[in-house]
């Protein structure tokens, strides 16, 4: 890299990219080398862009050694898919707002980034720009006293409706929000934020609304976010409507107006800056930085400071990870609230993984076991996903778990109303990997626990599932006012109809039942019952998380599964937090781990988790993790990652190969050898 300029390149120069150039032009750290365009011949280039090389293609600027930096302009459903490339290619990111569709979207771009050490930027050039700094000054000097409300709006009207204009567009993410509503969330969380001494502040609660024209995009959108401290803001946006623009801040002994806030009150080269005060006697003041430096220059020495000091991100005020992820969460509750999902975004579209590429087989990090009963390997992990509820934000999840080699996948009749099971469906049929992998159904749970609801919810999940069987079966609660008979039989008919094809049992059974359930079988010739899920981790639950949970981590159950070599598929694997810092003999602030889990024994196996991690180079949740895998009994961890970054910490303990004596001395019955 040149060490006095960082060499720029343009993906996609369009009409924003024209102002990022200028910016470049004028900034202290930066010098515009080369675009990626798609169609290298169109008129004018070479005469807006002057002095930069005009490659064919955006894989052609990512492979080239002479550009340092790529500034993304494509629209918005290309973020992801260029950030990450460009991540992979080494390049350092300054991507336009928004940074991504979502924040599940914008996530995976900075685990890319995280990954190859690189910058990622997402380019709110009003974040750098004096005037906001000076804004966030005068909040914290009391001026007005105690901010109270915040209103903010960026509205214009479009001619009429285009449906050809990217805003207009559904299959381009079009409308308000996601265009044009990040500029009135992203100011309302810094100055919430600014109130209170913070960097930026999140809302508690936020509600939306919006008209969705013609083409199913917003037009015109309003939201109120309320924040912890009291602070509610009104943001509004709109591409049909004509709106003031201007940013109010309300404080306890006056109010703060600033017009166009993100051109500083000026156009896309200049903006002077212009803050309005107006004290409680209605005097106003009116101040000005005064700035005639070229209105993106500031984004463009922002990003080129941090990259020149080996930093992943802006510093602030500057849009850091989590300041952009913050202002997504926001626009995803308010897309969701109005009913907002493109087409792009559903399963029948979204083909490919995030990074734009078909998924790929053969993945080996995570290693594949046999299991009784089963026709084919299973990951030693089995993948959880219940807290997602679009297709968009789960496929990332699934498609790098799959990619990793995990082909084990938990569902369960109750799991998101039925959401979690036509996820998985409609992955399965989507990447068409159904007969690659292991599906885990559950069923009758409480208080629909009876055997004539296994059959009838069973019919339900496989079609949400889109498949003809599941692979290994649960029943998700007991009810031991039913002779276990009943339920063995119901399983065995569904095993003899097809829609089982493996293992059934239960989950969140006791001992006694499976015994008397096992022996009914063999008494009466029917499929016995060859699996369990069962709560199982270092730590031993003391107290049920929920009602009619069944832990299997005591002394005598583990002298169970051992002797009948009973397969567990163990949920709450990593002991709910147990094992991070969340947990300690001074903190009692989680009612849940204090109650589930604080015991002086269980602090011992922490206290030797820590010490083993220490030794290791890991960390106390990975030896957790691995203690459940290296049981002397086929052990299969259910795992729950939100993010890439927890899925890929997850498979960290696949590397420690614990033996006997580890396991007795992690739990209090020997040393390590």
């Known amino acids: ?42 008129p004018g280039l070479a005469e807006t862009f002057p002095g930069a090389r005009i490659l064919a293609g955006y894989d052609a600027l990512l492979a080239d050694p002479e550009v340092d930096a790529i500034y993304i302009s494509t629209p918005h459903p290309g973020h992801a898919e260029w950030a990450i490339k460009a991540a992979e290619a080494g390049k350092h990111v300054l991507c336009e707002k928004p940074l991504a569709l979502t924040a599940f979207e914008a996530d995976a771009i900075m685990h890319a980034a995280r990954k190859a050490g690189t910058f990622l930027g997402e380019a709110f050039m009003y974040r750098l720009h004096p005037q906001t700094l000076k804004l966030v000054e005068l909040i914290q000097s009391g001026l007005i006293g105690e901010v109270r409300m915040i209103k903010s709006s960026f509205g214009f009207a479009m001619p009429g409706f285009m449906p050809e204009h990217r805003l207009y567009a559904n299959d381009l993410a079009g409308g308000g929000i996601l265009d044009v509503g990040g500029y009135p969330v992203s100011m309302a969380r810094l100055v919430a934020g600014a109130a209170i001494g913070k960097p930026f502040a999140e809302p508690d609660k936020v509600f939306g609304v919006a008209h969705l024209g013609q083409s199913g995009v917003d037009e015109w959108a309003s939201a109120l976010l309320h924040f912890p401290d009291g602070v509610v803001a009104e943001v509004s946006c709109s591409i049909s409507l004509n709106q003031d623009n201007v940013l109010h801040i309300l404080g306890t002994r006056g109010r703060i107006e600033v017009p166009d806030f993100w051109f500083a009150g000026g156009n896309r080269d200049v903006g002077l800056g212009r803050i309005d005060v107006i004290t409680a006697d209605g005097k106003r003041e009116t101040i000005s930085v005064n700035e005639t430096r070229h209105l993106y220059s500031f ?28 202002t997504l969460r926001v626009l995803d509750k308010w897309r969701a609230a109005v009913g907002l999902e493109y087409g792009i975004e559903k399963a029948e579209r979204r083909v490919n993984t995030i990074a734009g590429r078909p998924l790929r087989s053969g993945g080996a990090t995570i290693p594949k076991r046999s299991i009784p009963g089963l026709a084919r390997p299973t990951s030693v992990l089995a993948l959880g996903f219940e807290d997602f509820r679009t297709f968009s934000s789960g496929a990332i999840l699934l498609d790098a778990f799959f990619e990793a080699g995990g082909n084990l996948f938990d569902t369960a009749y109750v799991y998101g109303a039925g959401y979690t099971e036509k996820l998985l469906g409609d992955w399965l049929t989507n990447r068409g990997v159904r007969e690659q992998s292991v599906v885990i159904g559950k069923g009758a749970h409480t208080p629909l626990c009876y055997p004539d609801m296994i059959g009838k919810q069973l019919s ?61 079988a063999e008494r009466t010739g029917k499929q016995k019952p060859g699996a369990l899920s069962n709560n199982f981790s270092l730590a031993e639950m003391l107290e049920p998380i929920w009602p009619g949970c069944v832990t299997s981590s005591t002394d005598a159950w583990k002298a169970w599964l051992k002797a009948r070599q009973m397969p567990n598929f163990a949920w709450s694997s990593q002991g709910r937090g147990f094992f991070t ?48 895998l290296a049981q002397p009994f086929p052990s299969v961890p259910l795992i729950g990652p939100r993010r890439l970054d927890e899925l890929d910490d997850s498979l960290k303990a696949l590397d420690i190969a614990l033996s006997p004596d580890d396991l007795n001395w992690l739990d209090g019955a020997g040393l390590v050898s």
Do not use: C
């Open 1 to 42: 890299m040149n060490a006095e300029k960082i060499r720029w390149g343009i993906l996609a120069p369009g009409g924003i990219a024209k102002a990022f150039a200028g910016g470049v032009a004028g900034s202290r750290t930066g010098t515009l080398v080369a675009l990626g365009t798609r169609d290298p011949g169109r």
């Open 299 to 326: 984004e463009v020495d922002g990003a080129g400071e941090a990259i020149l000091a080996g930093r992943q991100e802006f510093a602030w005020p500057g849009m850091g990870w989590d300041d952009s992820l913050g």
């Open 460 to 520: 339900q999940s496989l079609d949400r599932l889109r498949t003809d069987h599941v692979d290994i079966y649960f029943m998700h609660r007991d009810n031991i006012d039913v002779p276990v008979g009943e339920f063995v039989d119901a399983m065995d008919r569904e095993v003899k109809a097809g829609r089982i094809r493996g293992p059934f049992g239960g989950s969140n059974w006791t001992m006694e039942r499976m015994d008397e359930a096992i022996a009914y």
């Open 581 to 628: 810092e969340r947990a300690g003999r001074d903190r009692r602030d989680d009612e849940e781990l204090v109650r589930v889990w604080y015991s002086e024994r269980n602090f011992g196996r922490r206290d030797r988790a820590i010490e083993l991690a220490r030794r290791l180079g890991k960390s106390p949740i990975h030896v957790a993790l691995a203690y459940v």
